[in-house]
Structures are given as C-alpha cells and as structure tokens.
C-alpha cells in the first residue's frame, strides 16, 4: 500500500517509493527501541493506544501530498508500530509461555501472524481488483487497525497480565 501510495500521491516512480517502506522499518526500530526501554511487561496492554494512533496516522496518509511531510508521517507510522507491537509480542509470548510452553507458544504466534498476513494481503488484493481508490484503501486499512486496537484495548485495559 505505500508503495503504490507514494507513485501514486507523491509521484515516486518505483526505487523511491520502495524507499518509503525503508523510513517506515526505520521508525519501527525507533519505536521498538523506546518500547524496550520504557515499557514493562505488566504494562504492555497500554501501549494499545499507540496503535489506535497509528492506525489514525495512516489515515491521514490520505491527506498528504507533500513528500517531506510523508517522511515524517511514514516515520512516526513505523514508531507507533514499534512501540506498541513489540510489548504485545511480548506479551503473547509470555502468556503462551504460561499455557502451553515456549516453543508451542511462539509456533501458534508465528502461524496466526502470518495467517493474519496472508488475510490483509488477501483484502488488499481484492480492494486493488475492485479498483478502490488508494485513499479509500488507506481509509478503510487505518480504519481497521484503529477500531481493532481499540476493541482490544476496552476489552483488556483492566485485566492483570
């Protein structure tokens, strides 16, 4: 999605908007970094706000033309993932840990993502073949991860780790 975003919105032909993806896994680097050092794991369940935002800050991706201004945005999109994936990646595993054991855990972990993968592919394959437009792709991804996060984060928020 960004990279069909940045030639389409920025004008980036191919190499570049693949370098959009690169700012992106830089910001996850940053925002694992902090979530490492700031987060604990029994506070884990609050970084999910950090993806409610990230998932906002995808939707004003829908807003941007200026390509400054995407680098900036694309680079705090990646911290807010790192930020909060990291701990809840933690998280599950420790609570697999407790359930089934380490090895069995990290498997169903490992499976369920790239299962997870495989289904926003999948939608996002269909959306393109549908031919929505980028911005309601990006309208309908941010969405989702929002609304997800902040589904998770009510039902949990108050529940020991």
């Known amino acids: 999605m960004v990279?069909?975003?940045g030639a389409l919105v920025?004008?980036?032909d191919f190499q570049h908007a693949t370098a959009l993806t690169a700012i992106v896994a830089f910001g996850v680097a940053v925002g694992a970094i902090l979530a490492g050092r700031y987060i604990k794991l029994e506070s884990s369940i609050k970084t999910l706000?950090?993806?409610?935002?990230?998932?906002?800050?995808?939707?004003?991706?829908?807003?941007?033309?200026?390509?400054?201004m995407a680098t900036y945005m694309l680079f705090g999109i990646g911290v807010l993932s790192g930020?909060?994936?990291?701990?809840?990646?933690?998280?599950?595993?420790?609570?697999g840990h407790l359930l089934m054991g380490a090895g069995h855990s990290i498997?169903?972990?490992?499976?369920?993502?790239?299962?997870?993968?495989?289904?926003?592919?999948?939608?996002y394959t269909l959306m393109v073949k549908a031919?929505?437009?980028?911005?309601?792709?990006?309208?309908?991804?941010?969405?989702?991860?929002?609304?997800?996060?902040g589904a998770i984060y009510r039902r949990h928020r108050n529940q020991p780790v």
Do not use: C
């Not at 706000?49 to 400054?68: E, H, K, S, Y």
């Not at 994936?85 to 420790?94: D, M, R, T």
């Not at 498997?107 to 592919?121: K, P, S, T, Y």
């Open 3 to 5: 990279i069909t975003w």
């Open 10 to 12: 920025l004008k980036y």
């Open 107 to 123: 498997a169903v972990q490992n499976f369920n993502e790239n299962i997870g993968i495989l289904l926003m592919l999948g939608a």
């Open 49 to 68: 706000p950090a993806g409610i935002a990230m998932g906002l800050m995808v939707i004003g991706m829908m807003f941007i033309t200026d390509r400054q």
């Open 131 to 149: 031919e929505l437009s980028i911005n309601i792709i990006i309208l309908l991804f941010g969405g989702f991860i929002s609304l997800t996060m």
């Open 83 to 95: 930020f909060f994936v990291v701990p809840l990646n933690a998280l599950l595993q420790h609570r």
